[in-house]
Protein backbone atom coordinates (compact mmCIF):
# COMPACT_ATOMS: atom_id res chain seq x y z
CA UNK A 1 0.00 0.00 0.00
CA UNK A 2 3.10 2.29 0.76
CA UNK A 3 3.88 2.56 -3.15
CA UNK A 4 -0.14 3.93 -3.78
CA UNK A 5 1.20 6.77 -0.98
CA UNK A 6 4.12 7.52 -3.04
CA UNK A 7 2.70 7.18 -6.44
CA UNK A 8 -0.17 9.82 -5.70
CA UNK A 9 2.45 12.29 -4.54
CA UNK A 10 3.55 13.14 -7.95
CA UNK A 11 2.38 16.12 -9.66
CA UNK A 12 2.83 16.94 -12.96
CA UNK A 13 4.53 20.30 -12.90
CA UNK A 14 5.67 20.15 -16.36
CA UNK A 15 6.25 17.66 -19.27
CA UNK A 16 9.72 16.55 -17.69
CA UNK A 17 8.37 15.61 -14.48
CA UNK A 18 5.39 13.34 -16.42
CA UNK A 19 8.12 12.27 -18.41
CA UNK A 20 10.34 11.11 -15.34
CA UNK A 21 7.12 9.54 -14.15
CA UNK A 22 6.73 7.14 -16.73
CA UNK A 23 10.56 6.36 -17.08
CA UNK A 24 10.79 5.11 -13.41
CA UNK A 25 7.19 3.41 -13.48
CA UNK A 26 6.15 2.46 -17.01
CA UNK A 27 9.38 2.48 -18.64
CA UNK A 28 11.36 -0.50 -20.06
CA UNK A 29 13.53 -0.36 -17.34
CA UNK A 30 10.84 0.66 -14.55
CA UNK A 31 9.41 -0.60 -11.56
CA UNK A 32 6.19 -2.37 -12.90
CA UNK A 33 8.30 -4.51 -15.30
CA UNK A 34 11.20 -4.94 -13.07
CA UNK A 35 8.45 -6.21 -10.17
CA UNK A 36 7.13 -8.42 -12.79
CA UNK A 37 10.58 -10.27 -13.88
CA UNK A 38 10.34 -10.89 -10.06
CA UNK A 39 7.58 -13.35 -10.27
CA UNK A 40 9.85 -16.18 -11.20
CA UNK A 41 11.31 -16.01 -8.36
CA UNK A 42 8.03 -16.36 -6.32
CA UNK A 43 6.94 -19.72 -4.71
CA UNK A 44 4.27 -21.45 -6.93
CA UNK A 45 1.91 -21.40 -4.01
CA UNK A 46 1.84 -17.41 -3.52
CA UNK A 47 2.06 -16.69 -7.18
CA UNK A 48 -1.58 -15.81 -7.46
CA UNK A 49 -1.84 -13.26 -4.72
CA UNK A 50 1.83 -12.25 -6.20
CA UNK A 51 -0.28 -11.79 -9.23
CA UNK A 52 -2.76 -9.86 -8.07
CA UNK A 53 -0.95 -7.26 -6.06
CA UNK A 54 1.26 -6.75 -8.74
CA UNK A 55 -1.59 -6.41 -11.45
CA UNK A 56 -3.40 -3.52 -9.50
CA UNK A 57 0.17 -2.00 -9.07
CA UNK A 58 0.65 -1.80 -12.67
CA UNK A 59 -3.30 -0.54 -12.99
CA UNK A 60 -2.68 2.21 -10.89
CA UNK A 61 0.82 3.28 -11.97
CA UNK A 62 -0.90 3.55 -15.58
CA UNK A 63 -4.10 5.14 -14.48
CA UNK A 64 -2.14 8.39 -12.42
CA UNK A 65 0.06 8.55 -15.46
CA UNK A 66 -2.77 9.17 -17.41
CA UNK A 67 -3.75 12.04 -15.18
CA UNK A 68 -0.68 13.32 -15.13
CA UNK A 69 -0.58 13.52 -18.68
CA UNK A 70 -4.02 15.13 -18.47
CA UNK A 71 -3.36 17.81 -16.40
CA UNK A 72 -0.58 19.04 -18.42
CA UNK A 73 -2.66 19.21 -21.53
CA UNK A 74 -4.89 21.50 -19.36
CA UNK A 75 -2.07 23.52 -17.64
CA UNK A 76 -1.29 24.11 -21.38
CA UNK A 77 -4.70 25.43 -22.47
CA UNK A 78 -5.00 27.36 -19.13
CA UNK A 79 -1.87 29.37 -20.56
CA UNK A 80 -3.54 29.90 -23.72
CA UNK A 81 -6.13 31.05 -22.48
CA UNK A 82 -4.46 33.25 -19.98
CA UNK A 83 -2.23 34.71 -22.76
CA UNK A 84 -2.67 38.05 -23.25
CA UNK A 85 -3.02 38.45 -27.01
CA UNK A 86 -3.22 42.11 -27.53
CA UNK A 87 0.39 42.20 -26.35
CA UNK A 88 3.00 43.46 -29.45
CA UNK A 89 4.75 41.40 -30.67
CA UNK A 90 8.57 40.93 -30.21
CA UNK A 91 10.41 43.30 -32.88
CA UNK A 92 12.68 41.77 -34.94
CA UNK A 93 15.94 43.00 -36.87
CA UNK A 94 15.11 43.39 -40.95
CA UNK A 95 17.99 43.94 -43.09
CA UNK A 96 18.40 46.84 -45.21
CA UNK A 97 18.87 46.86 -49.08
CA UNK A 98 22.29 47.11 -50.58
CA UNK A 99 22.64 50.38 -51.78
CA UNK A 100 24.23 49.02 -55.24
CA UNK A 101 20.77 47.09 -55.26
CA UNK A 102 18.72 50.24 -54.68
CA UNK A 103 20.31 52.10 -57.26
CA UNK A 104 19.81 49.23 -59.75
CA UNK A 105 16.29 49.12 -59.01
CA UNK A 106 15.86 52.59 -59.66
CA UNK A 107 17.81 52.28 -62.99
CA UNK A 108 16.09 49.89 -64.23
CA UNK A 109 12.79 51.13 -63.15
CA UNK A 110 13.79 54.99 -64.56
CA UNK A 111 14.44 53.30 -68.13
CA UNK A 112 11.50 50.54 -67.97
CA UNK A 113 9.47 53.37 -68.12
CA UNK A 114 10.77 54.17 -71.58
CA UNK A 115 9.58 50.97 -72.52
CA UNK A 116 13.00 49.39 -71.95
CA UNK A 117 12.94 45.20 -71.02
CA UNK A 118 15.12 43.84 -69.05
CA UNK A 119 17.52 40.83 -70.15
CA UNK A 120 19.83 38.64 -67.74
CA UNK A 121 22.50 36.10 -68.67
CA UNK A 122 24.99 34.11 -67.16
CA UNK A 123 28.28 36.40 -65.67
CA UNK A 124 30.51 32.75 -67.21
CA UNK A 125 30.51 33.59 -70.45
CA UNK A 126 32.51 32.15 -73.82
CA UNK A 127 34.70 34.28 -75.91
CA UNK A 128 32.37 34.62 -78.33
CA UNK A 129 29.54 36.53 -76.31
CA UNK A 130 31.76 38.38 -74.45
CA UNK A 131 34.29 39.43 -77.09
CA UNK A 132 33.56 39.01 -80.55
CA UNK A 133 30.55 38.93 -81.59
CA UNK A 134 31.27 43.12 -80.00
CA UNK A 135 34.11 43.40 -82.80
CA UNK A 136 36.41 43.08 -79.89
CA UNK A 137 39.38 41.85 -82.51
CA UNK A 138 41.72 38.44 -81.59
CA UNK A 139 44.66 41.33 -80.27
CA UNK A 140 42.55 43.40 -78.69
CA UNK A 141 44.40 44.65 -75.36
CA UNK A 142 40.54 44.03 -73.40
CA UNK A 143 41.23 40.51 -74.03
CA UNK A 144 44.38 40.36 -72.07
CA UNK A 145 45.38 38.07 -69.68
CA UNK A 146 45.72 41.23 -67.10
CA UNK A 147 42.24 42.60 -67.50
CA UNK A 148 39.82 39.47 -68.24
CA UNK A 149 39.36 36.57 -65.83
CA UNK A 150 39.55 33.02 -67.94
CA UNK A 151 38.20 29.82 -66.84
CA UNK A 152 41.33 27.60 -65.59
CA UNK A 153 43.65 29.68 -68.24
CA UNK A 154 41.01 28.28 -70.99
CA UNK A 155 40.81 31.31 -73.46
CA UNK A 156 37.02 29.97 -74.54
CA UNK A 157 35.68 30.63 -71.50
CA UNK A 158 35.48 33.85 -69.12
CA UNK A 159 33.87 35.19 -66.45
CA UNK A 160 32.28 38.35 -68.55
CA UNK A 161 33.64 41.70 -68.63
CA UNK A 162 30.50 43.73 -69.62
CA UNK A 163 26.52 43.05 -70.10
CA UNK A 164 27.22 43.38 -73.84
CA UNK A 165 27.45 39.93 -73.32
CA UNK A 166 23.84 39.89 -72.62
CA UNK A 167 22.82 41.90 -75.19
CA UNK A 168 25.02 39.73 -77.44
CA UNK A 169 22.37 36.51 -76.39
CA UNK A 170 19.53 39.05 -76.76
CA UNK A 171 20.12 39.56 -80.60
CA UNK A 172 20.77 36.20 -81.38
CA UNK A 173 17.03 35.23 -80.30
CA UNK A 174 14.81 38.74 -80.84
CA UNK A 175 14.60 40.08 -83.79
CA UNK A 176 14.33 44.15 -84.09
CA UNK A 177 12.47 46.10 -82.87
CA UNK A 178 14.63 45.11 -79.69
CA UNK A 179 14.85 47.60 -76.23
CA UNK A 180 16.69 46.23 -73.64
CA UNK A 181 18.49 47.00 -70.91
CA UNK A 182 21.11 44.25 -69.15
CA UNK A 183 21.85 44.86 -65.43
CA UNK A 184 24.70 42.64 -63.66
CA UNK A 185 27.87 41.38 -61.98
CA UNK A 186 30.70 42.14 -64.29
CA UNK A 187 34.51 41.05 -63.76
CA UNK A 188 37.83 42.49 -64.29
CA UNK A 189 41.32 41.91 -62.99
CA UNK A 190 41.89 45.08 -61.69
CA UNK A 191 43.97 46.26 -58.34
CA UNK A 192 41.60 46.73 -55.71
CA UNK A 193 41.80 50.57 -54.55
CA UNK A 194 39.53 53.19 -53.50
CA UNK A 195 38.80 53.64 -57.14
CA UNK A 196 38.90 49.84 -58.46
CA UNK A 197 37.72 46.63 -57.59
CA UNK A 198 37.53 43.22 -59.23
CA UNK A 199 33.80 42.81 -59.63
CA UNK A 200 31.64 45.57 -60.08
CA UNK A 201 27.60 45.76 -61.85
CA UNK A 202 26.77 47.54 -64.87
CA UNK A 203 23.46 48.59 -66.58
CA UNK A 204 24.12 48.35 -70.35
CA UNK A 205 21.30 49.11 -72.38
CA UNK A 206 20.47 48.56 -76.63
CA UNK A 207 17.66 49.82 -78.60
CA UNK A 208 17.45 48.34 -82.57
CA UNK A 209 15.08 49.81 -85.00
CA UNK A 210 14.27 51.50 -88.15
CA UNK A 211 15.83 55.11 -87.39
CA UNK A 212 17.09 55.49 -84.45
CA UNK A 213 19.10 58.63 -84.45
CA UNK A 214 21.94 59.67 -82.24
CA UNK A 215 19.55 62.50 -81.54
CA UNK A 216 18.05 59.62 -79.84
CA UNK A 217 20.37 58.35 -77.66
CA UNK A 218 21.45 61.70 -76.59
CA UNK A 219 17.73 62.33 -75.48
CA UNK A 220 17.14 59.24 -74.17
CA UNK A 221 20.96 59.26 -71.45
CA UNK A 222 19.41 62.99 -70.92
CA UNK A 223 16.21 62.33 -69.80
CA UNK A 224 18.29 59.37 -67.63
CA UNK A 225 20.38 61.49 -65.92
CA UNK A 226 17.38 64.35 -64.95
CA UNK A 227 15.19 61.23 -62.97
CA UNK A 228 18.50 59.97 -61.35
CA UNK A 229 20.29 63.13 -59.99
CA UNK A 230 17.54 66.06 -60.92
CA UNK A 231 17.36 68.52 -63.03
CA UNK A 232 19.88 70.81 -62.33
CA UNK A 233 22.99 68.22 -63.32
CA UNK A 234 24.27 69.15 -66.00
CA UNK A 235 25.84 66.75 -68.86
CA UNK A 236 28.55 66.42 -71.57
CA UNK A 237 29.03 64.12 -74.43
CA UNK A 238 32.66 63.52 -75.57
CA UNK A 239 34.02 61.54 -78.60
CA UNK A 240 35.19 58.28 -77.41
CA UNK A 241 36.02 54.99 -79.00
CA UNK A 242 34.18 51.57 -78.60
CA UNK A 243 35.20 48.87 -81.25
CA UNK A 244 31.12 47.95 -80.84
CA UNK A 245 29.98 51.52 -81.34
CA UNK A 246 30.41 54.05 -84.36
CA UNK A 247 30.35 57.13 -83.18
CA UNK A 248 31.06 56.06 -80.01
CA UNK A 249 30.72 59.06 -76.91
CA UNK A 250 31.38 59.14 -73.55
CA UNK A 251 29.07 60.71 -71.21
CA UNK A 252 29.78 62.84 -68.51
CA UNK A 253 27.98 65.03 -65.29
CA UNK A 254 28.94 67.69 -63.44
CA UNK A 255 30.61 66.08 -60.14
CA UNK A 256 27.82 65.72 -57.67
CA UNK A 257 30.03 65.64 -54.63
CA UNK A 258 31.92 68.67 -54.41
CA UNK A 259 29.32 70.81 -56.43
CA UNK A 260 32.25 71.41 -59.03
CA UNK A 261 34.44 72.70 -56.23
CA UNK A 262 37.16 69.75 -57.07
CA UNK A 263 37.57 66.83 -54.91
CA UNK A 264 39.13 63.37 -55.93
CA UNK A 265 36.26 61.95 -57.55
CA UNK A 266 36.06 63.98 -60.27
CA UNK A 267 40.18 64.61 -60.00
CA UNK A 268 39.78 68.21 -59.71
CA UNK A 269 37.74 68.50 -63.37
CA UNK A 270 34.20 69.00 -61.97
CA UNK A 271 33.10 66.19 -64.39
CA UNK A 272 32.14 62.56 -63.67
CA UNK A 273 32.04 60.12 -66.23
CA UNK A 274 29.14 58.17 -66.13
CA UNK A 275 28.67 55.88 -68.98
CA UNK A 276 30.14 54.47 -72.39
CA UNK A 277 27.28 54.74 -75.46
CA UNK A 278 27.21 55.14 -79.14
CA UNK A 279 25.76 53.85 -82.55
CA UNK A 280 26.09 50.09 -82.54
CA UNK A 281 28.46 49.08 -85.56
CA UNK A 282 26.59 47.94 -88.77
CA UNK A 283 29.24 45.10 -88.07
CA UNK A 284 27.61 44.25 -84.49
CA UNK A 285 24.59 43.92 -86.14
CA UNK A 286 25.50 41.62 -89.18
CA UNK A 287 26.75 39.36 -86.62
CA UNK A 288 23.41 38.48 -85.99
CA UNK A 289 21.95 38.99 -89.50
CA UNK A 290 20.51 42.06 -88.67
CA UNK A 291 20.44 44.53 -92.16
CA UNK A 292 22.19 47.61 -90.75
CA UNK A 293 21.10 49.15 -94.14
CA UNK A 294 17.23 48.93 -92.52
CA UNK A 295 17.95 49.04 -88.97
CA UNK A 296 20.38 51.20 -87.10
CA UNK A 297 20.59 50.70 -82.69
CA UNK A 298 21.94 52.47 -80.23
CA UNK A 299 23.93 50.99 -76.77
CA UNK A 300 25.21 52.55 -73.78
CA UNK A 301 26.55 51.00 -70.95
CA UNK A 302 26.99 52.48 -67.41
CA UNK A 303 28.79 51.24 -63.74
CA UNK A 304 26.13 50.80 -61.00
CA UNK A 305 29.12 51.30 -58.17
CA UNK A 306 29.81 55.06 -59.92
CA UNK A 307 25.86 56.00 -60.27
CA UNK A 308 25.99 54.91 -56.46
CA UNK A 309 28.60 56.90 -55.47
CA UNK A 310 27.22 59.85 -56.70
CA UNK A 311 24.06 59.49 -55.63
CA UNK A 312 25.11 58.94 -52.58
CA UNK A 313 28.43 60.45 -51.83
CA UNK A 314 30.68 57.75 -51.45
CA UNK A 315 34.32 58.17 -51.57
CA UNK A 316 35.56 54.32 -51.57
CA UNK A 317 34.36 51.61 -53.67
CA UNK A 318 35.84 49.39 -51.22
CA UNK A 319 32.92 50.07 -48.85
CA UNK A 320 30.27 48.23 -50.88
CA UNK A 321 31.68 44.57 -50.61
CA UNK A 322 32.77 45.27 -46.97
CA UNK A 323 29.45 44.23 -45.45
CA UNK A 324 30.34 46.50 -42.59
CA UNK A 325 26.87 47.33 -41.10
CA UNK A 326 27.46 50.66 -39.78
CA UNK A 327 27.56 51.27 -43.66
CA UNK A 328 24.96 49.36 -44.78
CA UNK A 329 22.54 50.35 -42.12
CA UNK A 330 22.36 54.20 -43.65
CA UNK A 331 20.57 52.71 -46.73
CA UNK A 332 16.71 52.37 -46.67
CA UNK A 333 14.28 52.05 -49.67
CA UNK A 334 11.14 50.65 -50.75
CA UNK A 335 12.70 49.73 -53.48
N1 LIG B 1 30.61 47.71 -72.84
C1 LIG B 1 31.22 48.95 -72.44
C2 LIG B 1 32.02 48.73 -71.16
O1 LIG B 1 31.84 47.77 -70.51
C3 LIG B 1 30.20 50.03 -72.20
C4 LIG B 1 29.47 50.42 -73.45
C5 LIG B 1 28.31 49.78 -73.80
C6 LIG B 1 29.98 51.39 -74.30
C7 LIG B 1 27.64 50.14 -74.93
C8 LIG B 1 29.32 51.76 -75.43
C9 LIG B 1 28.15 51.14 -75.75
O2 LIG B 1 32.83 49.52 -70.83
Redesign the pocket.
Known amino acids: ENYKKEINAYEAANAEAVETFRIKYLGTKGLVKTVMGEMKNVPNEQKKQFGLVLNEFKLFTEEKFASLQAQTINDKQETINNFDWSLPGDSFAVGTRHPLMIVRNEIVSIFKRLGFAVAEGPEIEDDWHNFGAMNLPEDHPARDMQDTFYINQNPAWLLR??T?SVQARVMEKQKPPIRVICPGR?YRNETISARAHCFFH?V?GLYIDENVSFADLKQTLYFFVQEMFGKEVKVRFRPSY?P??EP?AEMDISCLICGGDGCNVCKHTGWVEI????MVHPKVLENFNIDSNKYTGF???MGIERVCQLKYRINDLRLYSQNDVRFLKQFTSAL
Request: hydrophobic share 35%.
Open positions: THSVQEFFTSLGSGAFG
